[in-house]
């Protein structure tokens, strides 16, 4: 199996299974084409929450401001999983997520990939990773070390999605990302709330309430809730969080709780 | 074979293909994952229209205002096909069409679905529904009834389509659904229509052409037609009709013919 | 293999899954469903640059603004590829492409393909296109010209994307294409920028730089580039081309170079 992620929208990622087709009878499966653009931290974010729910894979991660300049390619084993993509980061809290679920502790193993002069300087999607990833596939992840184009390396892009601060009744965070729904997602652990289900936090000083369901709210209410990655997430029931409490990706958040109730 | 079929956007269906591919090597077929957000009518409308057109599969649907409520987890099996989703009759008027499509006259089977504490409260795609559609998909439709996660039962949540009122030269509906180009499709079935290709009829008391096909009149122009779902749809060709005739889901249509032919 | 295109957008695409796979056990590949819409040209630029990237297949492409009139259902076969859609011409670039890049020299055969009176006059795509295509899989590209509802014909619908017109040190085109990234894709061949690179040219009279990767410049900034079709394309870094050199698709650009390095 491999799969695709990308902020390519389209059609551009037809071109790539394309070039997968034709080197590979891999399953594919698509994560996402319309990651937010540019934007490796969300990228990041998003495989982290995605991957690990799958069974091994080739994972063709193409979110690649530098393009055509002289970053590396590189590929990340974990286990049976491999990770392919520009070396910016962007696979790497994926791959300590698929670490982490990992039966038998996998190690995050880091190559550089060398490829030959592109096709072209602004498409490595095509002309780069995804015959990387068919050819990984082919070769099989197992033997990802002994491949002539690969070269083991400790010396690869690292990337850490912010952590929030928590401390007694209180956190500051940020929102990681807003989802299709408007839900804005922080990187505050759900753990703080664990007590204050059916209650009241308070979000910037506002006092919001705290449900497990988006339903258990009047449509257009706001609430407070773990999201489905385990996250403090800002919420409206049948509306956008986003737009309800007036905040984007990267806005910081404080959350109070415990005095209120 | 298994569909999916969600109001999610992206990337949340990649977890649900992930959690899938675990379990079983079904064929994945997406039928949309932007369906009208939230909206239990309109899903159920187009699942409607699209999923007598497969071969025999497991459809699992997640459009589920009431995620993490206690709404039950139901499946609903008509002959070969099994439907997988929340007990908020979004499964039901597609299980109709499948049932009237089928040769044999299939009866229409509700079971209800226990599953275990999700582990969370937002993401039921993820956590209950696409590990049911996998066992059943892995178990088979036809051993469905003796699962030992199935209840057969009568009492599940249905939802019936409006019904337009038909009368002599005279028809009164709504709109059901606007469809990607614009195309204002109502619950008045295309019958009426048939004496009317090449003239005219009132909408709303105002006169419109009654064609075929789109471009048997100009670019811009406005035209009423029968739809590929047979039903009369209000329509531009290369334009948007929900537009030009000032409708959305849900609005009245008043349709008169006959008298101005 | 059968590729899928159309200007559809959602649901519409999952009815002709679904009635292929009643026929055919084929592997199915979106090239895209947001082609620009009824927009035969770009559907045309967009297949001749993706469906060379792909082994044999069949390729079902449904832009067709002709919908239930009299054109015609055409297949056109080159080599082991297979093209099946309206006889608007959408099909014939990516022919040529397809063509150019065949060991053998195949050549462009065209068939119509004759169809009963299909169910609807508006969604040719789940009547008529999903059928033939898969029939023309089942059968085998080999023996199109021996099927019942084939016929050879050299009448057939030609479409010939805008050429630009290159002299000494100066060329003028037109914008072909805006990508989802907001590049502005022309029609006037990357050969011109050869000796450009690193130095500047003028687009319609004002200085703009010459660079193979948009990394190579400040986020914002504008560039000329060659993008992985080959052609000049009008870029920003990190930004939409189409908005910062205020141009969209069909608009004329004046490219000169030589002079400014």
């Known amino acids: 199996m491999i799969t695709l992620a990308s902020d390519f929208g389209s059609p551009y990622p037809a071109a790539m299974k394309g070039v997968i087709c034709r080197q590979s009878d891999a399953r594919l499966v698509d994560i996402a084409h319309d990651l937010p653009r540019q934007d490796v931290r969300a990228a990041a974010f998003w495989l982290a929450q ?5 069974p091994p894979a080739v994972h063709c991660v193409v979110v690649d401001p530098g393009v055509g300049t002289d970053r590396d390619a590189v590929v990340v084993r974990v286990g049976d999983h491999a990770l392919v993509g520009p070396d910016n980061g962007v696979l790497l809290p994926a791959a300590r997520e698929l670490a982490s679920v990992a039966a038998d502790g996998a190690p ?11 096709a072209s300087s602004t498409f490595h999607g095509r002309d780069v990773f995804a015959p990387a990833a068919a050819t990984v596939h082919e070769t099989g992840v197992g033997a990802l070390g002994g491949h002539e184009r690969t070269t083991a390396t400790g010396e690869y892009t690292d990337l850490w ?3 929030s601060v928590v ?4 956190a500051t965070g ?3 990302v807003v989802d299709d729904f408007g839900n804005a997602i922080t990187n505050i652990p759900g753990r703080v709330l664990a007590d204050a289900f059916g209650g009241q936090v308070a979000i910037d000083g506002e006092s919001v309430p705290v449900r497990r369901a988006y339903a258990e709210l009047a449509p257009g209410d706001r609430l407070v809730t773990v ?8 919420a409206v029931n049948r509306g956008r969080g986003d737009d309800a409490f007036g905040v984007v990706a990267g806005d910081g958040i404080d959350l109070q709780w415990g005095a209120s109730r």
């Open 167 to 170: 401390g007694d009744g209180h």
């Open 50 to 54: 995605t991957l690990p729910y799958f």
């Open 227 to 234: 999201g489905s990655h385990g996250n403090v997430e800002l």
């Open 161 to 163: 999605l912010p952590e």
């Open 108 to 118: 995050i193993e880091a190559f550089t990939w060398a490829y030959d002069d592109p």
């Open 174 to 176: 940020e929102v990681l």
